[in-house]
Every structure is written in C-alpha cells, then in structure tokens.
Nanobody, 115 residues
Framework: QVQFVESGGGLEQPGGSLRLSCAAS????????MDWYRQAPGKQREWVAR???????LYINSVKGRFTISRDNAKNTVYLQMSRLIPEDTAVYYC?????????WGQGTAVFVSS
C-alpha cells in the first residue's frame, strides 16, 4: 500500500524559510516522478513542484526562484525547500507520485506564513 508522510511545516514569518519532507513507502520510489501540492484554506488543491526520475524539476510560476524540490532515493524521500515565504504560501502541503497511483494521499503538513 502506497503511503506518504509529510513533515516540516509550521509557523514562519514572511521572508523566512522552511524545509518540508515527504517519506514514501509501498512503492519503488526511484521509479516515479514526485510532486508537491498545496491546498490553501477555502481553495482547491494545486500542483506546486515536480521532480522527475532523472532529476528534472518543474515549478508553478508563483514559487519559481523561491522553492527548490529535491529527492533522496536512498531514503525514499522528497523535499521542498521553501525560502522567501509569503503569506500566500499558507497552505497544507502534500506530496504524491507523478502520475498519482491508487489515489492515496498523506495527511499533509501545514505551513502558516504570518507576521
């Protein structure tokens, strides 16, 4: 069974940084691209960033230059380094495979950006 455990969220001031982690299990991690998504209060979940199997990265325009996605295949973990945070980054952040398989989602990790 595919499982994702996200962690690293919290309260941060604008301009600050956070590093999110997502540990995956039940899959051959290195065989999948990995995505980060986020869902802000009252909004639909949106895709944020992707890292492919070969390490190519893609980002939604609003986080380009501020967020960096990376992966450690030995630890079955994908990371999202977030810097220069803004209040609009406030959301619950989730990871998943690309493409999504089995419809499994983790609990997410909440990020709250406020002064």
């Amino acid at each position: 069974q595919v499982q994702f455990v996200e962690s690293g969220g919290g309260l941060e001031q604008p301009g600050g940084s956070l590093r999110l982690s997502c540990a995956a299990s039940g899959i051959m991690f290195s065989s999948y691209g990995m995505d980060w998504y986020r869902q802000a209060p009252g909004k639909q979940r949106e895709w944020v960033a992707r890292i492919t199997r070969d390490g190519t990265t893609l980002y939604i325009n609003s986080v380009k230059g501020r967020f960096t996605i990376s992966r450690d295949n030995a630890k079955n973990t994908v990371y999202l380094q977030m810097s220069r945070l803004i209040p609009e980054d406030t959301a619950v952040y989730y990871c998943n495979t690309f493409p999504v398989i089995g419809g499994s989602w983790g609990q997410g990790t909440a990020v709250f950006v406020s002064s």
